[in-house]
């Protein structure tokens, strides 16, 4: 009789354990996991760290020295700079949303407004500036999915604003806005892109996972949204009594 030869499952249909890793295969497992947990944590530090070197590096030379306090420590203190720099801002602020603040701001505008170039480069930061971070503004703050760039491949987009204006006229067809694409795995850069309304399906992803998704070059995926719809019970048809007392009682009463 012959034994019947084993597969993914053993003579009697029991699956066979996987065979155990050498001693070198454990020490590369081991070495990947210690690369996975450790990895993230250094690029982040390392980036967090380049970031406060280098706002350090522009806003320590306009500290006094009374007020640096590297300047009488034997150890430089990391993140001077993005100290005074926030204070500076929330100051500078302050200062801007009143009366006098706004003159002063008005009267720098005016002298910018009389330099060619610089006028021109001011008001466009300006702008985008005031776009982005307006607090009733939904730019960047939408994504979508467009057909693009060609027909059955889809492309993750943001939904800036609306076609307005000089654009919106020279556009044909109904209302169309203004999208960014951006490009993998650099989302800095990317193309503007005018579209139908009707042809954006927006979806329920955060600016975060979407940047994820790109940056990672589709690895990283978004969370699934568990939308659950809340249905009310119908409420049960009236009963009718259609007993022959009750037919009787009614034609009594007409």
Known sequence: MTQPAPGALGPLGEPVPAPK???????????????????????????????????????KPLIPPAWNPNSYLPVAVPGVGVLAAVIGLTILG?????????????????????????RSLYKGVKQIFETVFKQDGTSFRRVGLI?????????????????????????????????????TPNPTTGYLVMMEESKVTEIGVTTDEAFKLIMSMGIIQPAEALAKAQVEPASPPPQIDASPSRAAETEAAE
């Open 147 to 183: 057909e693009w760039p060609g027909p059955g491949m889809w492309s993750i987009c943001f939904i800036t604003e609306p076609a307005r204006g000089a654009l919106a006229a020279g556009l044909p067809g109904p209302d169309h806005v203004c999208l960014f694409v951006p490009c």
């Open 94 to 118: 302050f200062l801007a949303a009143n009366l006098v603040g706004r003159t002063i701001v008005q009267s720098g505008e005016n002298v910018l407004d009389r330099m060619p170039v610089v």
């Open 21 to 59: 890793p050498h001693g070198l295969a454990r020490l590369r497992n081991y070495f990947l996991t210690g690369l996975v947990v450790a990895g993230p944590v250094a690029i982040t530090i390392w980036l967090t760290l380049w970031l406060i070197n280098l706002i350090d590096g522009w806003v």
